[in-house]
């Protein structure tokens, strides 16, 4: 098969791998029919998660055909056309039986700090993804779900992440009626997190990033309030200015540590000349809440951020709340909007790439290049 393959920092190729077989009673092989490249695949394009192994296919937003099933899984049949949640997870342990999939205790040697993700280095798990033809689907009960007939496969392959993540990070808001919503990052992720505030009940949201066609989209898709933080000397103070001097109810920070190259090393380095790393999304965060206030955190931090104002958080009141999403226990809920026009997902799809052209999409996507916000990943198409 054709598959994805990591060669390093900001190299990838498309070579010839063995196709996946079932390797447990209760493994499903999935040919992938849609993928998509995450804007946290490019931590690991850039070269900045821990143990991503030379080798390895990437890919953990993927639907697809259930090519072979393991003799003991029952709720899925060769033909079903499925969606897989970015999670791999047990279903049965402390923190399955909770709701917390992300949190699985079983998936992962490196389980006390993380969960199972689908093409996510062995630092979670070392599970190849669907950045290729076919992947071998664990625990295939548990996860993967059928794609009700009347949605696309491009809606379906984002709410394997994307969507369900920018959701969640609303829910963990906590979001009361007529709330302020800062959202901190414009990337799909932040354009989902900017939409779901209005099914809440939010009153206002505000969407900082620096890319103004992201900024646009933001405007148009999510009818988010929009602030270029390159065009202010003290963005905090214009939020702050935009909120009675008090801060907004909530701020969701959905770029994280390094990010996707872009948004923090342009500050790091055009504005702040700080080290990459430096947790300046959440500072920002924790500056912009008013005090009392939820800051949510979807971006990606790494084992050891350092320079957190953790004392601001303590002072202030804060409530933080974080996580990595537990996908599945959103889609009932998010299926609900999709079916009702209130998400549209498909409309922030900016590029259909062919797998074997894989390594122009990272290219693309790292350097923000040609206007592109989610691209998809199509294999076979070329
Ligand atoms: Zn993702
Ligand atoms: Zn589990």
Redesign the pocket.
Known sequence: MRAMVYRGPYKVAVEEKDIPSVEHPNDAIVRVTLG?I????LHLYHGLIPDTRVGTTFG??FIGVVEEVGPSVQNLKVGDRVMVP?NVYCGSCYFCARGLYSNCHNVNPNATAIGGIYGYSHSCGGYDGGQSEFVRVPFADVGPSLIPDWMSDEDAVLL???LP?GYFGAQLGDISEGDTVIVLGAGP?GLFAAASPWLMGAGRVIVVDHLDYRLAKAREFAHAETYNFAEHRDIILELKKATDYLGADVVIDAVGAEADGSFLQHVAGAKLKLQGGSPIALNWALAAVRKGGTVSVLGAYGPAPTGIKFGDAMNKGLTIRANQCPVKRQWPRLFEHLRNGYLRPSELVTHRIPLEHIAEGYHLFSGKLDGIIKPLVVPGAS
């Open positions: 998509a995450c804007g946290s695949d953990h937003e970015f394997t992440d994307a993540t992720v």
